[in-house]
Every structure is written in structure tokens, then in C-alpha cells.
């Protein structure tokens, strides 16, 4: 038995099932074909839309559907709402403006020459080896460290360790807390949360003295309606900014290199070629995107399907169902690395799209392009595991690449 052949129900859709969502195409086709199911797996119900055109319609209509009550399924226990992605409109906009210059493709742009020397050090060092574990190695170091430069979180403080019990090198411990951040649910990830806001605590107050071309900086300065930000503002946009920038990129590439090293043949053509990198990555960003689904929360009864869903219900949106619905994707299981369109939702879709998407796109160009210009052939080390991780993105937890 293959695992398309698997039968399974929708009622038992859950978010945070680690074994069941190993492979999770069987439940996703299983919830497109519902196209409204409701499982009791989480929140003590929850609906969940899977088709790209109802993902895409409820994604923009964020009068009905709010982010306002949460995003993650399940929750993680956030007392204060993650800034900007849990506050709805006009407040939304008053954030995403004080961060938006951040991450604009002219700012971006600007960094690739540092973004690309940080990952040319990393592979360089990898590729005088004849192996690596992917996960650890690069696919989450590439990302925080990237980060941790300037326009964005800036340069690390000085002799302070984000996780006092980690690595003693700024890098690995950053990493490190990353990981765990990543799962999402539970006691550890919860530590590593109260852990961030103690070191922004300090963060903010050091670049109160020394202020810096970054986002810490940037939240001291921003006023919103002629009011500063208050600490509780500044902390929780810092929160987010270290949960949807390293973890999420990190989960992406350990994919899409799993991906990648049991494909010799699209080795062969992005190594020959590098201008189809850019192709390679979009059609990889809808095939293999990390965040699987986020929480709505209606604010009206709402027919969707001929399904009506009642007033504050918490809907999921499938995104990684979504983005493999023959509807809009002919061929949709399969990877096309021409395919064209690609209005993949990988990032989102209305007012809530990830802001930092230029970012993750050059990110993953340059690891994409660095790589195969030192490492072009490679492949999982024969016996080796490669369990994933279900958090608040699919990621794998082991990627023992060679060559």
C-alpha cells in the first residue's frame, strides 16, 4: 500500500498530529475533497478550508475571517497577540507601516552582497567535507545568522547568551533556540519564548544607548498616532520577528534540500543552469512551503460551500492544501519547474502576507545558487532517518546529506 492509497477521514484532521502528518497529502486530499471539514482534534472544534479558492477568499476577507483571536492551531499560549500578524485592521496597518521600510525589494536588494557572503562562509566550510547533517549545519544557521545583521534584528549583545543552558557560541545558541521555538507547542517551546523576551528586554535597552540601523532601534523611534510604542508592543513585534524569520526559512530549505537530493536529474539542471533557480524556488515554495496552516476566527455566520459556519468558530486554512489543489494547479502533485502561472500562497495572501517575503526569497536564492555552485551532486546518506517535525511549520528534524 502506497501512501496515496491511504483512506482517511477529515473529522480527524489535526495540526498536531506528529505521526499522521509525516506524509500529509492523504488528509489534505481527503480535506479538499470535504472542502469544509470539521475535526475536534483542537480548540474544542475547528473548521478547515482547503481549497485554494476558498484559502484564498477567506485569506482577504479579514472582516469575516480574524486574526484578532490568534493564528496558531493549536494555540501556543501567547498571552500577548504576535505584532503584527494577530491584529486586524486599522491597527494592522499602523504596525506592518512602522516595519514595511525594513523589507521593502530596495532594502532587501541592498543586502544581498552580506546575505551572500554569510552563506558562501557557511558552504565553503561544508563543502571541504564530503557530508553534512543539512538541518543543524545550514538550514537554520544560515537564516539566524543572516538575521542577526543589520537592517533587521542587528548585531547580537555582547557576552549575552539567548538561552543560558545553550552553546556558548552566539550562533549555535540562536540556532539552537530556534529549533525548539520552531515545534511550536508545549513546555520547551514555551521557555525559549519567555527566554526572547528577556534578551529583547536587554536589546531594547542597549540600543536605547547605542541606537542601530535595525528593527529594535526602529521600535524605539515609531510613534503611532503620536504615541510611542509601548514595551509590551515592542517585545511582541520582536517575538514574531524571530519566530517567522529564521524558524520558517530554516523549515523551508531543510525541505526543499530533502527534496532536491532525491532529484539528480533537477540537480543536473539548476547546477548547469543557475537562471532557473528563481523558477526552481517558487514551484519548491508551493510544493514543499513550511507553514501548513493558521487560525481564523469568524466574526459572522458565514456560508462557505454551501457550509455554514457559525459566528467565533476557529477556521484553519490549509495553506499547503491549498497550494496543491488541481483547481488552480494542473498537475498539482507534481513538481514543474516551469510552471507558469505559480500564484502559489506559500507567504499568505491580503492584509496578513509576511511581510519579511523578500527577504525569505533571496534567503533561499542565495543558498539555492551557493550551494550548487560548490556542492552540485548530493543525496541523503543511504539508512539515514528523516523523521519531520510538526510545529507552527513542517520541518525536518535530521538531513544527512553527502557527495
Known sequence: MTASDV???PA???PADQEGLQDPQPMYRALRAARVAYSEKQ???FYALARYEDVHGAARDW????SADGITLPAVGNPEPFIPIEVDPPRLQEYRRILAPLFTPAKTKEMVPELRRIAREIIDDIAKRNSCEFVDEFAYMYPTVAMYRSPWMGEPLEGEKLDPEGSDDWAQNLRDSVRTFIH?????????AGLIIEYSKKLLEHRRANPADD????LLKAEINGRKLTEAEMLNTLLLQFNAGPPTTGAFLSGAFWFLAQRPDLQEVLAGDPTKIPLAMEELLRYLGPT?????TTTRPVT???TEIPAKCPVGLVWAAANRDEAEFPNAEEFVLDRFPNRHIAFGMGVHRCIGSNVARALIQISLEEWFRQIPKFSIRPGSPTPWDVGISRNLQNLELVW
Open 43 to 45: 480548540e474544542g472544534g
Open 215 to 218: 528593527i529594535p532601534t526602529y
Open 12 to 14: 480527524d484532521y489535526d
Open 292 to 296: 501548513q496552516v493558521s487560525k481564523r
Open 63 to 66: 472582516q469575516t475571517f480574524s
Open 304 to 306: 462557505v460551500g454551501g
Open 7 to 9: 483512506t482517511v477521514s
Open 184 to 192: 511550536g507547542f508545549g513546555e520547551p517551546s514555551a521557555r525559549i
